[in-house]
C-alpha cells in the first residue's frame, strides 16, 4: 500500500509563515495529482491546493498570492510554503494524493494523517 505522512505543522504568530511537507512511500509507480486539505473545527474539509502531474496548480482565492505547493518528483514529496499566514489558516491540514500503484491498476486516493497548524494573534 501507500502511506503518506505530512510535517512542518505547528504554533506561529500572525503574519508568519510555515512549510508543510508530504512525503509519500509505499508501493508507488507513479503519483499523479496531489493536493492538500484543511479542516478547522466545526467546518467541512475544503481543498486549500492542488498541483497535477505535470506541475500545473490551482488554489483556493483566500490562499492565493500566499501559499505555494510544489513538488518534487524524485523524492516522492509534496510541499506547501505558507506565508502570511492569518488566524483563519489555523486548522488541520492533510494531504492527499492519487497513486498507481502498478502500470496496470487505477490509481488509488490516499491521505495522510493531518498536521495542525495553529496561527496566533
Known amino acids: 500500500q501507500v502511506q503518506l505522512v505530512e510535517s512542518g505543522g505547528g504554533l506561529v504568530q500572525a503574519g508568519g509563515s510555515l512549510r508543510l511537507s508530504c512525503a509519500a512511500s509505499?508501493?508507488?509507480?507513479?503519483?499523479?495529482?496531489m493536493g492538500w486539505f484543511r479542516q478547522a473545527p466545526g467546518k467541512q474539509r475544503e481543498l486549500v491546493a492542488e498541483?497535477?502531474?505535470?506541475?500545473?496548480?490551482n488554489y483556493k482565492d483566500s490562499v492565493k498570492g500566499r501559499f505555494t505547493i510544489s513538488r518534487d518528483n524524485a523524492k516522492n514529496t509534496m510541499y506547501l510554503q505558507m506565508n502570511s499566514l492569518k488566524l483563519e489558516d489555523t486548522a488541520v491540514y492533510f494531504c492527499n494524493a492519487y497513486v498507481k500503484s502498478t502500470p496496470f491498476l487505477a490509481s488509488g486516493a490516499y491521505w495522510g494523517q493531518g498536521t495542525q497548524v495553529t496561527v496566533s494573534s
Open positions: 498541483i497535477t502531474g505535470d506541475g500545473s496548480t
Open positions: 509505499g508501493r508507488i509507480f507513479r503519483i499523479n495529482s
